[in-house]
T-cell receptor
Framework: EAQVTQNPRYLITVTGKKLTVTCSQNMNHEYMSWYRQDPGLGLRQIYYSMNVEVTDKGDVPEGYKVSRKEKRNFPLILESPSPNQTSLYFC???????????FGPGTRLTVT | GQQLNQSPQSMFIQEGEDVSMNCTSSSIFNTWLWYKQDPGEGPVLLIALYKAGELTSNGRLTAQFGITRKDSFLNISASIPSDVGIYFCAGHTDRGSTLGRLYFGRGTQLTVWP
């Protein structure tokens, strides 16, 4: 089944404790992206990757890192999480930039 | 970043009614996408539009890519309770530094009364 998977689905952590949210797609898509969703603000793009080893900033990259060492995986790293990063995070992928993106199920992160 | 204006913010309708929502942008887009999100789930793609003037249907849903390339519309005919959710528009432009960006509207919350 073609899909985007994220892990974990739920995470509660404390300020400053490094964490990684994994994202994987099995559709051989070139393009992958991370979004956060907050009430009243909609979906905002954090980082995206046009291809392996190519990443770029979206609207809200501060406090996040990404890497794209292989085509199928695009992890999101929070080196020192803070409470304002409490949010619902989505990974998405598409064949190429500008084509329909398919979303993962989301990761709900709470930073206390 | 790019601002997409999606309206209305919310709609309360009776089952069987038709629904219309739209998105506008200040810039020209090459792609318009429409998504639906159920509570606790990721957005699910409904319709993708790639040409100005294009009109595409998916069951009871119909979406159009505005001829100015700065707007798009989504219509739902004969609404049913399972249409409840948040509908998002998203736009993409293939110009230069924004090639990798996808911009989202803030969503339309649809409630359907039986």
């Amino acid at each position: 089944e073609a899909q985007v998977t994220q892990n974990p689905r739920y995470l509660i952590t404390v300020t400053g404790k490094k964490l990684t949210v994994t994202c994987s797609q099995n559709m051989n898509h070139e393009y992958m992206s991370w979004y956060r969703q907050d009430p009243g603000l909609g979906l905002r793009q954090i980082y995206y990757s046009m291809n392996v080893e190519v990443t770029d900033k979206g609207d809200v990259p501060e406090g996040y890192k990404v890497s794209r060492k292989e085509k199928r995986n695009f992890p999101l790293i929070l080196e020192s999480p803070s409470p304002n990063q409490t949010s619902l995070y989505f990974c998405a992928s598409s064949r190429l930039a500008g084509y329909e993106q398919y979303f993962g199920p989301g990761t709900r992160l709470t930073v206390t | 970043g790019q601002q997409l204006n999606q309206s209305p913010q919310s709609m309360f309708i009776q089952e069987g009614e038709d629904v219309s929502m739209n998105c506008t942008s200040s810039s020209i887009f090459n792609t318009w996408l429409w998504y639906k999100q159920d509570p606790g789930e990721g957005p699910v793609l409904l319709i993708a539009l790639y040409k100005a003037g294009e009109l595409t249907s998916n069951g009871r849903l119909t979406a159009q890519f505005g001829i100015t390339r700065k707007d798009s519309f989504l219509n739902i005919s004969a609404s049913i309770p399972s249409d409840v959710g948040i509908y998002f528009c998203a736009g993409h432009t293939d110009r230069g530094s924004t090639l990798g960006r996808l911009y989202f509207g803030r969503g339309t919350q649809l409630t359907v009364w039986p």
